[in-house]
């Protein structure tokens, strides 16, 4: 066996997490860009237009044509966040203070590693996930490692040694314990569905999305599926759900004294909470890779097959952020008394009734 057989099980999951990590910043930069012209359009207007690379933009009709799309954008804010003056005030806790954005961000990148994001077929003719870790408690992972994101935002408030980030931080911690419980009660049926004894998948996502091969568990379990997306909205702080920021009464929110390449990291972080957010939705409840629900996935076999399944999962992912972007640019903002009551008295009591009622579905269905 030589030098470079020997190491390449170790540098090929490398090169692929390489891989993962830059598409997924690509998306998250992008998905800044699909917010800004969605909001145009909604507000009448034409969005980010204006921004030419060198080389590329010169190009005759087609220099032009993606410079109106405002296709260059995300790399000239990516520069400006990077090469902005960086300004500390004097009155952080500084350790913290540089701490706080890169805990917010490490989560969303973190869960990325058990996200199943297609699927191939083996030599053996086994379908496997496409992931670089196929965990049988992936969801619990997915939901540990998730839940630390707040701890970034807290810290932000208390490490700012001010009032108003301080007042934002203590509504996210107070917003995710409002939540977290009932986006954990709501995703039990759909584990007691597709993970049942005697299942060879356990927790993990790839089983989940294996058992919606003929039907999607959003069709099945409609009451899950919008206890988990309106939770995943309060998650991940956005409208009408962004008490930690909301800018009309508290300035900026938690960001408020980060400017420069810090403030760039909390605003990926957001949009790489989004991303995740939707693709833990489309894998729990919209089929994942598979292509509609009472169809045979028309993938072909091979490499191909997939691509394929990559792509499909990927345009899921993408009209589930377009539907972000568009609520919050639709909807209000709740009053922050709402958005306890709606976690508090709505979504914990039904989600706990759903699982009561499932619960009592299949005892009956097992005693036939």
Request: overall charge negative.
């Given at each position: 066996m ?8 170790v ?8 891989v ?10 992008y ?16 969005g ?6 060198p080389?590329?933009g ?9 410079t109106?799309l405002?296709?260059?954008q995300?790399a ?5 966040f ?11 806790k500084?350790?913290?203070?540089y701490l706080?954005?890169i805990i917010?961000?490490t989560?969303?990148l ?15 003719g ?5 992931a670089?870790?196929?965990?049988d ?12 994101g707040?701890?970034?935002i ?12 301080f ?5 996210s911690s107070?917003q995710m314990?409002s ?5 954990g ?19 993990s ?5 294996q ?6 568990l959003?069709?099945w ?5 919008l206890i ?10 956005r409208?009408p759900?962004?008490m ?7 300035v900026?929110?938690?960001h408020?004294?980060y400017?420069?390449?810090?403030f760039?990291?909390?605003?990926v972080a ?10 833990i939705?489309?894998l729990?409840f ?18 191909a097959?997939?691509?394929c399944?990559?792509l ?6 993408g009209f589930?952020?377009f ?12 009053r922050?008394d709402q ?6 008295k709505?979504?914990?009591?039904l989600?706990?009734?759903?699982l009561v ?8 269905i097992?005693?036939?």
């Open positions: 030589t030098l470079f057989e020997e190491w390449l099980p540098i090929l999951p490398v090169i692929f997490a390489l993962m990590i830059s598409v997924f910043m690509g998306m998250c930069a998905a800044v860009l699909a917010e800004r012209k969605i909001c145009s359009y909604i507000q009448g207007r034409v980010p237009n204006r921004t030419r690379l080389l590329i010169n190009v005759p009709i087609l220099g032009d044509f993606l109106g405002g296709l260059f995300p000239a804010d990516g520069l400006k990077l090469f902005k003056e960086e300004i500390t005030p004097g009155h952080v500084l350790g913290y203070y706080a954005p917010a961000l989560p969303a973190t869960t990325m590693v058990v996200l199943p994001f297609g699927r191939y077929v083996d030599a053996a086994v379908v496997q996930p496409l670089l870790a196929n965990l408690v992936g969801f619990l992972f997915i939901l540990a490692i998730s839940s630390l707040v701890y970034g807290v810290l932000a408030g208390w490490a700012s040694n001010s009032k108003y980030p007042l934002g931080a203590i509504r107070a314990i939540y977290e419980l009932a986006l009660v709501s995703i039990l049926p759909v584990f007691m569905w597709s993970a049942a004894p005697g299942s060879d998948y356990g927790m996502l790839f089983g989940v999305v058992a919606q091969e003929t039907l999607w959003g069709i379990q409609p009451l899950s599926a988990f997306l309106v939770a995943i909205f309060a998650e991940t702080n409208l759900f962004d930690a920021e909301s800018e009309t009464d508290l900026g929110g938690f408020t004294e400017g420069a390449f810090k760039g990291l909390f605003f957001e949009y790489a909470h989004i991303i995740m957010g939707s693709a939705f489309v729990l919209a089929g994942g890779w598979h292509f509609l629900p009472g169809l045979a996935d028309p993938w072909p076999a091979g490499v097959g997939a691509v399944s990559a499909w999962f990927l345009a899921k992912v589930m952020i539907f972000f972007i568009w609520i919050r640019w639709t909807l209000p903002r709740f922050y958005v306890m009551s709606l976690g508090w709505i979504l914990l009591p989600a706990v009734g759903n009622f499932n619960t009592l579905l299949i005892a009956l097992d005693a036939l």
